[in-house]
Nanobody
Framework: QVQLVQSGGGLVQVGGSLRLSCAAS????????VGWYRQAPGKQRELVAV???????NYVDSVKGRFMISRDNAKNTVYLQMSSLKPEETAVYYC?????????WGQGTQVTVSL
């Protein structure tokens, strides 16, 4: 069993930056494919960024060049560094860790981008 605990959300002005953290316990997160998702009010949850166990990354087009997903295996944590934030990126952000049939979610963290 893997527990994912998120931190780092909050309120930021347009153009600002935030770093989200997803810390795991119960198993080495390094073996998992980890993704960051977001869900805005009234919208479906979307995948924003993903990092493989080997460190390969992929991003939705709308965040390329502004967001960066990374992992610190020593801290068993995956990060999402977000910059140049836009109001439409206001959402609850979730981390997800997958390994074969196993899938775990963090509790979600609110990111609010204000004008």
């Amino acid at each position: 069993q893997v527990q994912l605990v998120q931190s780092g959300g909050g309120l930021v002005q347009v153009g600002g930056s935030l770093r989200l953290s997803c810390a795991a316990s119960g198993s080495p997160l390094s073996a998992f494919l980890v993704g960051w998702y977001r869900q805005a009010p009234g919208k479906q949850r979307e995948l924003v960024a993903v990092i493989s166990s080997g460190g390969s990354t992929n991003y939705v087009d709308s965040v390329k060049g502004r967001f960066m997903i990374s992992r610190d295996n020593a801290k068993n944590t995956v990060y999402l560094q977000m910059s140049s934030l836009k109001p439409e990126e206001t959402a609850v952000y979730y981390c997800n860790a997958r390994l074969g049939p196993q899938a775990y979610w963090g509790q979600g963290t609110q990111v609010t981008v204000s004008l």
